[in-house]
C-alpha cells in the first residue's frame, strides 16, 4: 500500500526550520551583528575621530612620525601607535564621511565576532549555548568595541589560534618543507599586518608563539620533530614580522612602557577594577568577578577534557591555546581593565564549549530524574524554549537597532564642533576632542586622546582643571565638555563655567554643551 505523505502547513515549515542547528547559528549572527551595529553608532572613545585625521594626513604624504600641528598646549614628536588602522579610518572618512567610520567599526567588530562563531564551532558548541554566554561577555567587555585598532589585534588572535588547530590536522600528510614554510609565512604575515595594525601586536605576537606551540604539542599526528620545526617556524616569522614593525622591535616596546607609566591610575583602561572603586565605580567589580569565573570555569573544563581524552579529541589543540592565553590576561585585568577586555573576547570559544557541555550534563540528569526532569525546568532547559526566546528578542531589537545604528557615528561632539568659532584654541576632554580634530582641523585643542604625546603631568592638570580646582587655561576661548561623567555625577568644571561671567554657554545637545568667551 502506497503510503501518503501531506504536505506540511506554513506554520509547521516554519517550527522546523526554526528548530535546525543552521537556524540558530544564523539567529546568533543576526543578534551579533545588531550588537556590532550598535556599538559602532554609539562609541564609547573617540580615539578613532583623530585617528582618521592622522590617517588622511599619511594619505597626503605626511611622515608616520611627525611634528604635532593639532595642539595649543604642547608641541613634540608624536608616534601613532596604529599606523595601518589610521589609514583604514581616514579612507572610510574620505569615501563616506561619519558613514564610513561607522562602516569601518561595524565590519572590524563583525569580522572579531565572526571569527569567534567559528573558534566555537569548531571547539565543539552550538549555537544556543554559545549565544547565551557570548551576550553577557560581550557586553561587559563593551567598552572595548568600537573603531579600535585593537579590535582587528583580538581577530588576529583568535584567528591565528584557529589556524593552528587547522595546521596540526593536516601538516602530518605534507611535506615536511612545505608544511614548515607555510607556517614561517604565516607568522610573518599575521605578525608584519598586526604590528602595523596595533603596536600592542607586539606582545600578543609573543602569546600566538606560545598558543601555537601548545596546539601543535596537542597534535597527536605530528611526531616530535616535526613540532618542534613547526614551533620555530612560526615563532621565527613571527619575529621577522615584529622586526618589519613601524618603529622596531626596540621603539615599539619602549613606546608601549611609556604608555603605561604615563595612564595608570588616571585612564580608565589601565585603572585596576579597585582603583576604579575609589573613584566611585563600582562596576568594575562584578564585571571582572563574572569574567575571572567564566574564564576560570572555562579554562579548567578545557584542562579537565585534556585528561580526560588527551590528544584524541582534535578540540583540545583549540581549547587549550585559547585557555593558557585567556585566563590569565582576564586575572591581569583585576589589574588593568585594558586586559580583562582582552581576556573576556579570547575566551568566547572556550566559554561556548564549556556552556555546551554544561548544557549537555543538564539534559542528561533530566533524562535520569530527580528535581532537574521536573516539567517547567524541563521546558525552560529546551532548545526550543530558548530558540523561540532568541527569535523574540531578535525581532523586537531590530528596529531599536536600526534606530541606534541611524546616526551612523555622528556624536553630539561633531555636531556642537560645527558651531566654533574659526581658529579658537578649545579646552576640551581628550574625547570630545577627537571629532572636533577630524571635522574642524583649524581648531587646536588643549589635550586629546594621545597620551604618550602629551604626558603624565598634562593628563593630571586636566583632571585638575575638570574637577574645578584650577581654572581654565587663559590661552582657551572656546570650552566643549560633557555635562555629566559616566557615572552621572554633573561636571564640576561645567557648573563653574555657568556661573563665571567670561563664559557664555552658547549651545547644548545630548548632554554636551559649548561655551565661548564673549
Known sequence: MTEIVLPLSRPERVRRIMQTERYRWGLAS??????????????TERDHYWSAQAGLEVLNGTPLARSDTWSWSAEGMWYPN????????????????????????????????????????LAGARALPTLLVFIPILLGASASLSARATVVV????????????????????????????????????????????????????????????????????????????????????????CILSPYGVELTLERSRVVSEICQGIIIEWTSVFR????GDFRWIPVAVVAACIALGSGMWAFRSLRRHGRSDARIRLLVPLAIFAVPMTLIGFGALRFLGIGMLAILPVAAAATTALVDVVHERQGAGGILARPKLVEYASGRFWVTVMTGIAIVLAPLAAFG?????????????????????????????????????????????????????????SVRIFSAIDPVPEEADCVLLPLWDGLGHVIPLALSLDRDPVWDRIATLDGYALWVRP
Open 154 to 241: 583580538q581577530a588576529f588572535v583568535l584567528a591565528a589560534a584557529i589556524f593552528a588547530w587547522w595546521w596540526g590536522g593536516i601538516a602530518n600528510r605534507l611535506n615536511s618543507v612545505a608544511a614548515i614554510a607555510v607556517v614561517g609565512a604565516v607568522g610573518f604575515g599575521v605578525s608584519f599586518a598586526g604590528n602595523w595594525v596595533h603596536l600592542s601586536f607586539m606582545l600578543m605576537a609573543a602569546a600566538i608563539a606560545v598558543m601555537w606551540a601548545v596546539a601543535w604539542w596537542l597534535s597527536p599526528g605530528l611526531n616530535a620533530l616535526r613540532r618542534i620545526a613547526l614551533t620555530l617556524a612560526g615563532t621565527t616569522g613571527l619575529f621577522l614580522g
Open 30 to 43: 543576526v543578534l551579533l551583528a545588531m550588537l556590532a551595529a550598535v556599538r559602532a553608532a554609539v562609541p
Open 276 to 279: 576604579a572603586a575609589e573613584f
Open 405 to 461: 545604528a541611524s546616526k551612523g557615528s555622528k556624536t553630539p561632539e561633531a555636531v556642537l564642533g560645527e558651531l566654533l568659532p574659526r581658529d579658537c584654541s578649545l579646552f576640551s576632554d581628550a574625547g570630545a576632542a577627537g571629532p572636533v580634530i577630524l571635522t574642524r582641523p583649524d581648531v587646536k585643542v588643549w589635550i586629546d586622546g594621545r597620551a604618550d604625546f602629551y604626558g603624565r603631568q598634562h593628563l593630571i592638570e
Open 82 to 121: 596604529s599606523p595601518a588602522w589610521n589609514v583604514v579610518l581616514g579612507l572610510g572618512w574620505q569615501s563616506l564621511g561619519f558613514w564610513g567610520l561607522f562602516l569601518v567599526a561595524f565590519l572590524s567588530m563583525s569580522a572579531l565576532f565572526g571569527v569567534a562563531l567559528l573558534g566555537a564551532r
